[in-house]
């Protein structure tokens, strides 16, 4: 079976719907995937915008994902750990949890990567995608990809 990534929330290449967004609730939407290798003692989810004006802003970074999970749900809360202890990293909004899109104009494109890794992952203080990249390096069994977009009114 493929590692694949998707959402009921909007398909892949489809549009981001408004509450996953800066200008609705920016809740987190619900996320699900299978095909998880075998041998995977973790998982780890970044989201990005490679689109943004600046260079790729960083709205998800999520690590430690228990293996057996088959996903996310809406409104996950912007906890550093959450009970299953999962980690959440500091995103460009300088803060634990989901950002969502919100671009200055223009339709931008959110690539929702996870990873499935051979390691439960221990790095220390505010964990940023760098941070996070680093810790996965030479880890990363399989990936997978979803892709939403968003284009402000």
Aim: charged share 20%.
């Amino acid at each position: 079976m493929a590692f694949t990534i998707t959402s009921t929330a909007f398909a892949e290449g489809g549009m981001v719907p408004l509450q996953y967004t800066c200008d609705g609730p920016d809740i987190s939407p619900p996320l699900t995937w299978k095909g998880v290798p075998r041998e995977a003692k973790s998982l780890a989810l970044i989201c990005d915008d490679p689109d943004a004006p600046a260079g790729t802003w960083v709205h998800w970074v999520v690590f430690n994902i228990p293996p057996d999970s088959t996903g996310l749900p809406e409104r996950v809360p912007p906890d550093s750990t959450l009970p299953d202890g999962t980690r959440q990293g500091i995103t460009d909004f300088h803060k634990p949890g989901y950002g969502g899109p919100c671009p200055p104009g223009g339709t931008h494109r959110y690539f929702f990567k996870l990873y499935a890794l051979d390691t439960m992952l221990s790095p220390s203080g505010r964990v940023t995608k760098p941070d996070l990249l680093k810790a996965m390096k030479e880890h990363v069994l399989a990936e997978a990809q979803l892709i939403g977009k968003y284009r402000r009114k």
